[in-house]
């Protein structure tokens, strides 16, 4: 692994937001995404929704490592319906048009498998976005940045820009919520910065 440092746990996602996120708290990860079903059932609801592919992330990477494993799932909804990744620009600047000059919320989901069981958390942040012109939408969908988020926005990139205010974790957002990630490592057993950092050489 890079910097001569063995990776502490197994990371069922091949969000590169991710992996970053978690070696900013001094845990570096092997990356073995997981491929899971992410339609939701009839009537589910987004926080259930978001346990349950973060839960079934995490156990199907388990079979494969020795490593414990952790999942993710991010959701953003509004009006209590999930919104997942957009299809085309259509659909992209319709989620987008949906969630101009209005407040949703973004559901993160982490599970982490190890000496006890598996443990997951739920984090909920409200997103107040300012309102955004058609323009803007039809730019913004020609980044690129739009196409495999959540909701059809990357709140760490050039959608920064949109978000008016946020309560809560922003960490969560962007797929991640450390504070809660960090408490269910360390249950696990999985060392983070305190425990083994190393410094870039």
Known sequence: MENGSLPVLCLASAS????????????????LPSHV?????????????VERLA??????????????????????????????????????????KRLSG???????AVAVTGPQGVLCSIVTTDVIMREISAQEIADYWLTGEPEDKAGGYAIQGLAAIFVKEIKGSHSAVVGLPLYETAQLLQQQGVPIWMGHYCSHT
């Open 37 to 49: 079903d992410e339609t939701p059932t009839p009537g589910e609801a987004a926080s259930a929704y």
């Open 55 to 96: 839960v079934a992330k995490a156990t199907a990477a388990m079979s494969k490592t020795s490593l414990p494993t952790l999942g993710s799932d991010t959701a953003v909804v509004v009006d209590g319906a999930i919104l997942g990744k957009p299809a085309d620009a259509q659909e992209g600047a319709a989620m987008l």
């Open 102 to 108: 209005r407040a949703h919320q973004v559901m993160t």
């Open 16 to 31: 590169p937001r991710r992996r970053d996120l978690l070696a900013s708290i001094g845990v570096t990860a092997s990356i």
